[in-house]
């Protein structure tokens, strides 16, 4: 809670307590109390001490006050018939701000303590003075302070609950931040990593095919280079699992964006991936920034899909740019039973979901699961900019 409690606020709390001790000695020395001036000093200085101190030793403050209090009623035990033992004002409203310190600092339960061994000594100290000061009338007193400390207490309590609160919700704020960014982290590694990986294990095992005289040694090292390449990306699964610790994150802007959607075709086709394009590619001034790099990622997450599920299958890619923004449809027919964790249900994978979060995180929206014979990721996305004619649009490449 110290770590919590303002600078000003500390301030105050000095400044009060200097106050406190200086009008406690000063009243102390006044009719009708009358206690020596050295006595008064050294009990108002070591009350009011008391205050800040229990700010770093609540346990040493609390101590402290009750001696205090308790020295400063047995020096005007004869000559104060009222208000005896505790309801001298300056004193009691020193220990009062002592009690409010101390359940904002440690909590209530060492407050409750201190209250309760002072409450004990009050009624001590009231039957030792039955001889000069009626008996009743002296546990009345300790009975309002305790009820004033009481009040004071329950309010000092339920402050110390708020900023308690206060904290835990900046505390989950910090965290969130922290998930967010690891949610972008593992989303950006696996956007280009997986897809990297992928293309170089397709390559290495397509090798030996494509290119004549490959001798036995070679073919064998392309054979090891899949291993590794598949190897590494299935690690890089374990580690966002640990990175990706929520979903439903959306993360900054990355490059590349739109126009990097014709390197992507001819990189996919390098490897063997037959991928066919219908539609114009949009330019750069055609759709936000933004939505060119969740257009690009939708497309390079949906291209290595496929090729990871249906190797020896066509991709069809469908571009449509319209005054509802642009149309993205990726599909390849099913080569076997489509995968658990590409089901239109299931959210499985950081892949799917990736692509819904970067969707979603501009506006758009996107489906993915198999139909019929074929698996389908179908995104719509918002252009956020004004569509240029159809006659001023992009390179159309097939």
Same mark, same amino acid.
């Given at each position: 809670?110290?770590?919590?409690?303002?600078?000003?606020?500390?301030?105050?709390?000095?400044?009060?307590?200097?106050?406190?001790?200086?009008?406690?000695?000063?009243?102390? !020395?006044?009719?009708?109390?009358?206690?020596?001036?050295?006595?008064?000093? @050294?009990?108002?200085?070591?009350?009011?001490?008391?205050?800040?101190?229990?700010?770093?030793?609540?346990?040493?403050?609390?101590?402290?006050?009750?001696?205090?209090?308790?020295?400063?009623?047995?020096?005007?035990?004869?000559?104060?018939?009222?208000?005896?033992?505790?309801?001298?004002?300056?004193?009691?409203?020193?220990?009062?701000?002592?009690?409010?310190?101390? !359940?904002?600092?440690?909590?209530?339960? @060492?407050?409750?303590?201190?209250?309760?061994?002072?409450?004990?000594?009050?009624?001590?100290?009231?039957?030792?003075?039955?001889?000069?000061?009626?008996?009743?009338?002296?546990?009345?007193?300790?009975?309002?302070?305790?009820?004033?400390?009481?009040?004071?207490?329950?309010?000092?309590?339920?402050?110390?609950?708020?900023?308690?609160?206060?904290?835990?919700?900046?505390?989950?704020?910090?965290?969130?931040?922290?998930?967010?960014?690891?949610?972008?982290?593992?989303?950006?590694?696996?956007?280009?990593?997986?897809?990297?990986?992928?293309?170089?294990?397709?390559?290495?095992?397509?090798?030996?095919?494509?290119?004549?005289?490959?001798?036995?040694?070679?073919?064998?090292?392309?054979?090891?280079?899949?291993?590794?390449?598949?190897?590494?990306?299935?690690?890089?699964?374990?580690?966002?699992?640990?990175?990706?610790?929520?979903?439903?994150?959306?993360?900054?802007?990355?490059?590349?964006?739109?126009?990097?959607?014709?390197?992507?075709?001819?990189?996919?086709?390098?490897?063997?991936?037959?991928?066919?394009?219908?539609?114009?590619?949009?330019?750069?001034?055609?759709?936000?920034?933004?939505?060119?790099?969740?257009?690009?990622?939708?497309?390079?997450?949906?291209?290595?899909?496929?090729?990871?599920?249906?190797?020896?299958?066509?991709?069809?890619?469908? @571009?449509?740019?319209?005054?509802?923004?642009?149309?993205?449809?990726?599909?390849?027919?099913?080569?076997?039973?489509?995968?658990?964790?590409?089901?239109?249900?299931?959210?499985?994978?950081?892949?799917?979901?990736?692509?819904?979060?970067?969707?979603?995180?501009?506006?758009?929206?996107?489906?993915?699961?198999?139909?019929?014979?074929?698996?389908?990721?179908?995104?719509?996305?918002?252009?956020?900019?004004?569509?240029?004619?159809?006659?001023?649009?992009?390179?159309?490449?097939?």
């Amino acid at each position: 809670m110290l770590k919590t409690w303002p600078g000003r606020g500390r301030l105050a709390l000095y400044v009060a307590a200097t106050v406190l001790g200086i009008v406690e000695a000063a009243v102390l !020395t006044t009719d009708p109390y009358e206690v020596a001036g050295g006595v008064a000093l @050294l009990i108002g200085v070591t009350h009011a001490a008391s205050i800040p101190l229990a700010l770093r030793r609540p346990v040493e403050a609390a101590g402290l006050s009750l001696v205090a209090v308790t020295v400063a009623a047995l020096a005007i035990a004869r000559v104060s018939e009222n208000g005896w033992p505790w309801m001298v004002p300056p004193p009691t409203l020193t220990q009062l701000l002592v009690l409010v310190v101390l !359940t904002l600092v440690a909590g209530w339960r @060492l407050a409750a303590i201190t209250l309760g061994i002072q409450v004990a000594a009050g009624v001590v100290l009231a039957m030792v003075g039955w001889a000069w000061n009626d008996i009743g009338d002296s546990l009345v007193e300790v009975a309002n302070f305790a009820s004033l400390a009481l009040l004071f207490g329950a309010l000092a309590a339920v402050a110390r609950r708020l900023a308690e609160s206060r904290s835990a919700l900046r505390e989950e704020h910090e965290r969130r931040s922290v998930v967010e960014e690891k949610a972008r982290i593992a989303r950006e590694l696996h956007d280009v990593i997986a897809h990297n990986m992928s293309l170089i294990t397709v390559q290495a095992r397509s090798a030996p095919h494509r290119v004549d005289d490959v001798s036995p040694a070679a073919e064998a090292e392309f054979d090891e280079i899949a291993d590794l390449a598949a190897s590494a990306l299935r690690q890089m699964r374990g580690v966002l699992d640990v990175l990706r610790t929520e979903e439903g994150q959306s993360g900054r802007v990355p490059v590349p964006g739109i126009d990097g959607l014709a390197d992507l075709f001819e990189s996919a086709r390098g490897t063997g991936q037959r991928v066919e394009v219908r539609g114009d590619l949009p330019e750069l001034t055609d759709v936000a920034p933004e939505v060119g790099t969740a257009a690009y990622r939708i497309v390079q997450e949906a291209l290595s899909n496929a090729r990871r599920h249906a190797p020896s299958e066509p991709v069809g890619v469908d @571009l449509t740019m319209g005054e509802e923004g642009l149309g993205i449809r990726v599909a390849n027919p099913l080569d076997g039973a489509a995968p658990a964790s590409s089901t239109e249900t299931s959210g499985g994978g950081h892949g799917l979901i990736g692509m819904r979060e970067r969707a979603s995180a501009v506006g758009g929206s996107i489906t993915a699961g198999a139909r019929d014979d074929e698996f389908v990721v179908d995104a719509r996305l918002p252009a956020q900019t004004a569509v240029r004619t159809p006659a001023k649009r992009g390179r159309k490449t097939s």
